[in-house]
């Protein structure tokens, strides 16, 4: 099994629609992020969090919100979907401080 | 604010051929500089991780160095095989923890 899952792997949906992509983790790790990847941008941050009552924003994160209900699972939600959220979307953890990340295989999320 | 570039955004070589894979980055301030491989479809997967005071490591047919002063990293990989065909990124981790990337390489090796 993976040490990162993400579900729904991919998910199509019209705009205005409500969606949360879940992500779960069984290495034990304290911090989580939430990545964006649109073809030749490369990832861009959306949310990250270092321990179940901290959540903190990254550099894309208007349109987005995020729930930290355990250590194990980080939660993403987009409140109203429009069509420029469709992109592939990343969880991933890293050990306390390491700086070495360990990703999900994404969620490919289509707002039509 | 940290740009991290990758240059070519593509390349194609013939199987056996080494391949160099550069990274530039404009802060030198960096905590570690990660490359990750991604498959189509896939996640990314680290291969790589070299911290700020580090000049290079090697992971079997792989060989990254480090130049903090001049803002460079470069992926090489030696003896290439058509299963090494895959979009390479590389990640700068500043403080606080937050990975920028690249926009990748896409890689391809043909038999």
């Known amino acids: 099994d993976a040490d990162v899952t993400q579900t729904p792997r991919n998910r199509i949906t019209k705009t205005g629609k409500r969606i949360m992509l879940e992500c779960s983790q069984t290495?034990?790790?304290?911090?989580m992020y939430w990545y964006r990847q649109d073809p030749g941008l490369g990832l861009r941050l959306i949310y990250y969090s270092f321990d179940v009552k901290d959540i903190n924003k990254g550099e894309i994160s208007d349109g987005y919100s995020v729930s930290r209900q355990a250590q194990a699972k980080f939660s993403l939600s987009l409140e109203s979907a429009i069509p420029n959220q469709t992109a592939l979307y990343f969880c991933a953890t890293e050990l306390y401080n390491t700086g070495e990340l360990f990703f999900g295989e994404g969620s490919r999320l289509t707002v039509l | 604010k940290q740009e991290v570039t990758q240059i070519p955004a593509a390349l194609s070589v013939p199987e056996g051929e080494n391949l160099v894979l550069n990274c530039s980055f404009t802060d030198s301030a960096i905590y570690n500089l990660q490359w990750f491989r991604q498959d189509p479809g896939k996640g990314l997967t680290s291969l790589l991780l070299i911290q700020s005071s580090q000049r290079e490591q090697t992971s079997g047919r792989l060989n990254a160095s480090l130049d903090k002063s001049s803002g460079r990293s470069t992926l090489y990989i030696a003896a290439s095989q058509p299963g090494d065909s895959a979009t390479y990124l590389c990640?700068?981790?500043?403080?606080?923890?937050?990975?920028?990337f690249g926009g990748g390489t896409r890689v391809l090796v043909k038999p």
């Open positions: 990640a700068v981790n500043v403080a606080g923890n937050k990975l920028t």
């Open positions: 290495k034990g790790h304290d911090r």
